[in-house]
């Protein structure tokens, strides 16, 4: 991507390939989403016709008041 490019190969040199270690970090973070994820959509876990959902089954998301910041 950046051939020929001084300046970035002494800050990999100095700080490492950040954008290679996020895009592993992404790809990691996808995989333990797609394992986490599968067994909601396995048979048993969606609710059936007559079935009611468990109460608090499923994501709930739940805003938080932002907090004064310490000075």
Do not use: C, K
Not at 27 to 38: A, D, G, I, T, W
Not at 58 to 70: E, S
């Amino acid at each position: 991507m950046f051939q020929d490019s001084p300046i970035y190969d002494r800050l990999v040199a100095e700080r490492g390939d950040v954008p290679e270690q996020v895009r592993r970090d992404a790809e990691r973070v996808s995989r333990e989403l797609e394992v986490v994820m599968r067994p909601l959509h396995a048979p048993g876990h969606l609710p059936g016709p007559g079935r009611q959902p468990s109460p608090g089954a499923g994501w709930q998301r739940t805003a938080l008041l932002p907090r004064p910041r310490p000075h």
